[in-house]
């Protein structure tokens, strides 16, 4: 099968949708389908290669580290034309989902839609919060959901969303898979060492964008909290992103910074240890709890590492086959 994906984040953007997109085409391709990935340009990101389009974008939009992509060019349309894809899969309602629409009418192919996240919480990089804006947001993203021939669901949370927002095409839950090498083998001992924190120290850790989205400042809120009144807990957290400073700041007013390490990014010499050397595998392996906050998406990718890796139970997730339903079967 031919499979056109269309996605505005993708590698070397570092997030969740990048992630479960590259995360599935691997595995449709070891699977023996061919996959066509158009994605925006990203700073680092080669132009094009064999499996992916680049579309002219605004770069670091907004001031954050999304792309905006000028939707559909005369190298696409020839890309196309050439691959002649049996279905479309959309990983956005906006910008190169409009695209991905136009492209299964014009090929007359079904078109799959996956929910990543609730698009309503991202309305403060347009400079829009309000009530009304975060509305608008939901029924143009469930509306879309209605113009696909199926969707699927990160989770029974999102799936339950759907539905309660008029979604009456079938919703399919399917978790985002994870790779379980990322977790496993990690010398706690070493990293504890580097980062100064004592062997037998409880560490509360966070691993992501560290956005306005994520829901950081309640999460920030509570470390502080059980940071105090457990004076021998450390807190991890590991990621880049707009609230860093934030939250080295309540970190440090509350006088926690000697235990709150807040935001390591690889051109840090603290970032450095945990990037290199597979820094997922290192940081699971000392974390004792992970901290997560996020109401926007719970779709697995990291959800479901962390709880495999940090011993929570959860069973690895491979990325399951996303095209099951009856309408959009070849």
Not at 63 to 72: E, K, N, T
Not at 74 to 77: C, N, P, Q, Y
Not at 267 to 293: E, H, I, K, Q, T
């Given at each position: 099968?031919?499979?056109?994906?269309?996605?505005?984040?993708?590698?070397?953007?570092?997030?969740?949708?990048?992630?479960?997109?590259?995360?599935?085409?691997?595995?449709?391709?070891?699977?023996?389908?061919?996959?066509?990935?158009?994605?925006?340009?990203?700073?680092?990101?080669e132009?094009?290669?064999?499996f992916?389009?680049?579309?002219?974008?605004?770069?670091?939009?907004a001031?954050?580290?999304?792309?905006?992509?000028?939707?559909?060019g005369?190298?696409?349309?020839e890309?196309?034309?050439?691959?002649?894809?049996?279905?479309?899969?959309?990983?956005?309602?906006?910008?190169?989902?409009?695209?991905?629409?136009?492209?299964?009418?014009?090929?007359?192919?079904?078109?799959?839609?996956?929910?990543?996240?609730?698009?309503?919480?991202?309305?403060?990089?347009?400079?829009?919060?309000?009530?009304?804006?975060?509305?608008?947001?939901?029924?143009?993203?469930?509306?879309?959901c209605n113009?696909?021939?199926?969707?699927?669901?990160?989770?029974?949370?999102?799936?339950?969303?759907?539905?309660?927002?008029?979604?009456?095409?079938?919703?399919?839950?399917?978790?985002?898979?994870?790779?379980?090498?990322?977790f496993?083998?990690?010398?706690?001992?070493?990293?504890?060492?580097?980062?100064?924190?004592?062997?037998?120290?409880?560490?509360?850790?966070?691993?992501?964008?560290?956005?306005?989205?994520?829901?950081?400042?309640f999460?920030?809120?509570?470390l502080?909290?059980?940071?105090?009144?457990?004076?021998?807990?450390?807190?991890?957290?590991?990621?880049?992103?707009?609230?860093?400073?934030?939250?080295?700041?309540?970190?440090?007013?509350?006088?926690?910074?000697?235990?709150?390490?807040?935001?390591?990014?690889?051109?840090?010499?603290?970032?450095?240890?945990?990037?290199?050397?597979?820094?997922?595998?290192?940081?699971?392996?000392?974390?004792?709890?992970?901290?997560?906050?996020?109401?926007?998406?719970?779709?697995?990718?990291?959800?479901?590492?962390?709880?495999?890796?940090?011993?929570?139970?959860?069973?690895?997730?491979?990325?399951?086959?996303?095209?099951?339903q009856?309408?959009?079967?070849?």
């Open positions: 099968m031919k499979i056109a994906m269309f996605t505005n984040t993708f590698t070397p953007h570092i997030g969740g949708v990048a992630h479960s997109v590259s995360g599935l085409a691997a595995r449709l391709r070891e699977a023996g389908h061919e996959v066509l990935i158009v994605a925006p340009e990203f700073e680092g990101a132009h094009h290669d064999a992916t389009v680049r579309m002219s974008a605004i770069e670091n939009f001031g954050s580290d999304f792309s905006v992509p000028v939707p559909i005369l190298e696409l349309a890309r196309l034309e050439t691959f002649r894809p049996d279905i479309v899969h959309s990983h956005h309602p906006f910008l190169l989902g409009d695209t991905a629409l136009r492209v299964a009418t014009r090929y007359d192919c079904p078109i799959v839609f996956t929910y990543h996240t609730r698009y309503e919480l991202y309305s403060h990089y347009v400079g829009q919060t309000s009530s009304s804006v975060r509305r608008l947001v939901v029924r143009l993203a469930t509306g879309y113009l696909c021939d199926a969707v699927i669901a990160p989770s029974e949370s999102i799936a339950a969303f759907l539905a309660e927002h008029g979604v009456t095409v079938p919703v399919s839950v399917v978790p985002t898979g994870i790779d379980p090498a990322q496993q083998g990690g010398r706690s001992d070493i990293l504890r060492a580097n980062l100064g924190i004592p062997p037998d120290a409880f560490v509360a850790g966070h691993v992501g964008r560290l956005a306005e989205e994520k829901n950081l400042a999460l920030v809120e509570a502080v909290a059980f940071l105090t009144t457990h004076p021998s807990v450390h807190a991890l957290i590991v990621g880049e992103g707009e609230m860093r400073t934030e939250m080295r700041r309540r970190f440090t007013e509350a006088g926690l910074s000697a235990r709150a390490f807040a935001g390591c990014d690889a051109r840090s010499v603290p970032g450095r240890r945990l990037c290199r050397d597979g820094c997922f595998r290192l940081f699971f392996s000392l974390g004792n709890a992970r901290a997560c906050a996020g109401r926007s998406d719970d779709g697995g990718a990291a959800g479901g590492g962390a709880g495999r890796a940090g011993g929570a139970g959860n069973p690895a997730r491979r990325p399951q086959w996303p095209y099951a009856p309408r959009c079967a070849q």
